[in-house]
Antibody, heavy 121, light 113 residues
Framework: EVLLSESGGGLVQPGGSLRLSCAAS????????LSWVRQAPGKGLEWVSA????????FYADSVKGRFTISRDNSRNTLYLQMNSLRADDTAVYYC??????????????WGQGTLVTVSS | DIVMTQSPDSLAVSLGERATINCKSSQSVLYSSNNKNYLAWYQQKPGQPPKLLIYWASTRESGVPDRFSGSGSGTDFTLTITSLQAEDVAIYYCQQYYSTRITFGQGTRLEIK
């Protein structure tokens, strides 16, 4: 069974940092791209970032580029999102998602339950 | 970035009737080398993560009821739910993955009339 479990969310002040983790199991972690998708309270889905399995190519939405860094540790089957210079509009549930096919970001066939990040003073 | 626009924003359909949700992309998501449309549909219920329904515009994910179907090509796509059931009340999103900078539509809220 494929499982994705996010952690690391919480309350942080504007300008602060957080690192999210996503522990994966039930599939060959090395063979799939992974993404972070967020959802602000009462709003729609916003893709944040993705990382391929090929040469660890990374991709970012303009809204987070230069502030967030995605990475993966294939030895620990874990995906990360380092979030710096956090702003109030980064407040959201952050989901980890597995690509359904191939090494580049595609559709996501499995999602975690999400972790809430709240940026507020 | 490719902009995905869904219509309508909300929809009320009677039980047993057909629901149709449209999605339009600002540029084609049809990859000519493999003739595949890089378009997916998701269902999200309150308090839950999104669930994949359809990928490659028309391929139903395993376990998804066959009352859900996807169609379209290029820039115009449709999600159709035939014979609406009470458990289909949710928000539906289209997503393009033609670009590695993935984008979602704004969502369509489906309710029972």
């Amino acid at each position: 069974e494929v499982l994705l479990s996010e952690s690391g969310g919480g309350l942080v002040q504007p300008g602060g940092s957080l690192r999210l983790s996503c522990a994966a199991s039930g599939f060959n972690f090395n063979d799939f791209a992974l993404s972070w998708v967020r959802q602000a309270p009462g709003k729609g889905l916003e893709w944040v970032s993705a990382i391929s399995y090929i040469r660890d190519s990374t991709f970012y939405a303009d809204s987070v580029k230069g502030r967030f860094t995605i990475s993966r540790d294939n030895s620990r089957n874990t995906l990360y999102l380092q979030m710096n210079s956090l702003r109030a509009d980064d407040t959201a549930v952050y989901y980890c998602a597995k690509s359904g096919t191939g090494g580049n970001p595609h559709y996501s066939d499995y999602w975690g339950q999400g972790t809430l990040v709240t940026v507020s003073s | 970035d490719i902009v995905m626009t869904q219509s309508p924003d909300s929809l009320a359909v009677s039980l047993g009737e057909r629901a149709t949700i449209n999605c339009k992309s600002s540029q084609s998501v049809l990859y000519s080398s493999n003739n595949k449309n890089y378009l997916a549909w998701y269902q999200q219920k309150p308090g839950q993560p999104p669930k994949l329904l359809i990928y490659w515009a028309s391929t139903r994910e395993s376990g998804v009821p066959d009352r859900f179907s996807g169609s379209g090509s290029g820039t115009d796509f449709t999600l159709t739910i035939t014979s609406l059931q009470a458990e289909d009340v949710a928000i539906y999103y289209c997503q393009q993955y033609y670009s590695t900078r993935i984008t979602f539509g704004q969502g369509t809220r489906l309710e029972i009339k």
